[in-house]
């Protein structure tokens, strides 16, 4: 995810706002008509619209809610608005394509895999996400090999990826055509026994005949098990007009949208799907080349209407926490114990999973602390700034934090390039925390606040009514959940740290220390 000044970039947040604000005056409503209904419907349309979404689907997606959501059972339900919201989640999810269509690898070896898409689209970064999360999760030996001959840089480039991997890459030989290169990928992977080739084809600046053609050439060559579209979501409509051009040509089976953390308007993943009929199957989500996600249509669904995303939360804890010392830390917790060393790995693994603006945005409900986030500036700045705070103690005074007298904050503030107040703040935030893993290992049952609790335990925060219906919403389930995750140790109802005990009634208890004073919790 991208930082920018305390708050998460994501290609829907615009019309998350929008949204949000359409369904709050709903809720608030006793009781719904149709012109209640309609009127809500012409603002959704209007926030569609501005999110660059296609036309034509933005009609049909109105059209669709407005059919479900003018019947009895919503007009006389005991909570209407929350009956919309729920009609305007499930049309989304059909929009986006109701289910995860991973990568199929279901062909006899070696499978070929064909990324195609214009030029600057993130193809060749792409390529290797994919091959490195494939090698990981798959467990699979794949090879890459560079069909781009125009651009120069285009092979070595891939080359480099490769070594950057761990992934091996087809040997450049120079003034060889594409679907030359293509029959020696082929003829290399079952030679050398790989069980994927990833052909990383060349774009242009724009669809034209020569780059169809030459396509066309290469999957008659290769005859790809997948051919994956790389699209830019920046483009907007662009990336829609590009799917369909190339999809006439060349039977696409999937789309992988890149650049998902910048702050384009998100209409081009609502659009591509309804319009070409392809699946979304990945999403770019930063540079780095662990910076890929599944697309799971009813995940961002949620995530677009406000109600967070636990279930990827959860799995991004489980492939980023460190499981021994997150069972340390927790052993020490059940003791009462939480020292200063505790709490900079604390914030190191929070880090890790894209701070706590990432986190928070993953969170059912935490749409409406924005403003107050953005206050806080809760970037991964302050997070550094409080590890360097910690790492300029000495060992004595990160375990015995009661040491910091006048004089040795002095000394930490030079060696840190901070300030003694700083100091003060994260000094409080850590006792507040430490008071509160002594109020858990005397039996205590309030929920773990700030950083601490998504290490420690506690249970999990109270979920709003509108969650999606194929979502667990019982505490016992996600914690069941949390719990089988990756058998991390201490994860089970950590997420409840972050909400207080059951969803921000006492606020975020710390959380003042990180960001400064005035960032306190919503307070129900």
């Not at 500036?377 to 590890?387: A, P």
């Not at 850590?430 to 205590?444: I, L, N, S």
């Amino acid at each position: 995810m991208l930082w920018v000044k305390g708050e998460v970039r994501w290609m829907f947040e615009n019309l998350t706002d929008r949204l949000s604000s359409v369904f709050d005056t709903l809720r608030g409503k006793g009781a719904l008509g149709p012109k209640d209904v309609d009127a809500a419907l012409g603002e959704v349309r209007r926030a569609l619209l501005e999110a660059d979404v296609a036309l034509p689907v933005a009609k049909a997606f109105i059209e669709k809610v407005r059919e479900r959501a003018v019947g009895q059972e919503v007009l006389r339900s005991v909570t209407p608005g929350q009956q919309v919201v729920k009609i305007v989640h499930d049309a989304m999810v059909e929009t986006l394509g109701e289910r995860l269509v991973p990568i199929s690898l279901a062909a006899a070896a070696p499978v070929v895999i064909m990324m195609v898409g214009l030029q600057g689209s993130g193809k060749t970064t792409s390529t290797a996400k994919i091959a490195k999360r494939l090698e990981a999760q798959e467990k699979k030996k794949i090879l890459m090999a560079s069909l781009d001959v125009r651009r120069p840089a285009a092979q070595e480039q891939l080359k480099v990826l490769g070594e950057q991997t761990g992934i091996a890459t087809l040997p450049v030989v120079a003034g060889q055509q594409p679907v030359d290169i293509t029959k020696r990928a082929l003829q290399a992977a079952k030679l050398g026994g790989f069980d994927v080739v990833m052909l990383d084809t060349a774009g242009r600046l724009h669809v034209d005949e020569a780059l169809m053609s030459e396509m066309a050439e290469v999957r008659s060559v290769s005859a790809p098990h997948e051919t994956l579209l790389v699209a830019d979501s920046l483009t907007g409509q662009d990336a829609v007009n590009v799917a369909e051009q190339f999809h006439s040509r060349i039977p696409l089976t999937g789309i992988v949208l890149t650049r998902t953390d910048g702050d384009g308007r998100g209409g081009a993943a609502l659009s591509m799907r309804a319009v070409t009929g392809v699946p979304i199957k990945l999403l770019g989500t930063g540079e780095k080349l662990d910076a890929l996600e599944d697309f799971a249509p009813d995940r961002v669904a949620g995530r677009i209407l406000g109600m967070g995303d636990v279930v990827s939360l959860v799995e991004k804890a489980a492939e980023t926490l460190d499981a021994e010392k997150a069972n340390r830390i927790a052993a020490k917790m059940k003791k009462g114990q939480f020292d200063l060393d505790d709490l900079a790995e604390q914030l190191k693994q929070m880090a890790r999973m894209g701070g706590m603006a990432g986190v928070m945005g993953m969170l059912p409900g935490m749409g409406k602390m924005k403003k107050q986030m953005d206050a806080a500036e809760l970037d991964n700045s302050v997070i550094k700034r409080q590890g360097a705070i910690i790492s300029s103690m000495t060992k004595a005074e990160r375990r015995n934090p009661k040491l910091l007298n006048a004089s040795r904050k002095k000394r930490v503030a030079a060696g840190s390039g901070t300030s003694v107040q700083e100091i003060n703040r994260l000094l409080k935030m850590h006792r507040q925390m430490a008071d509160m893993m002594k109020a858990m290992a005397k039996g205590g049952k309030r929920g773990m606040g700030g950083l601490a609790g998504l290490f420690g335990g506690g249970g999990m925060p109270e979920l709003p009514a509108d969650m999606p219906a194929d979502m667990p919403s019982d505490p016992k389930e996600i914690e069941k959940l949390l719990a089988d995750n990756g058998k991390v140790p201490g994860l089970p109802g950590g997420l409840s740290g972050l909400s207080g005990a059951g969803g921000f009634r006492g606020g975020l208890p710390g959380l003042s220390g990180l960001g400064g004073p005035n960032f306190k919790g919503k307070k129900k």
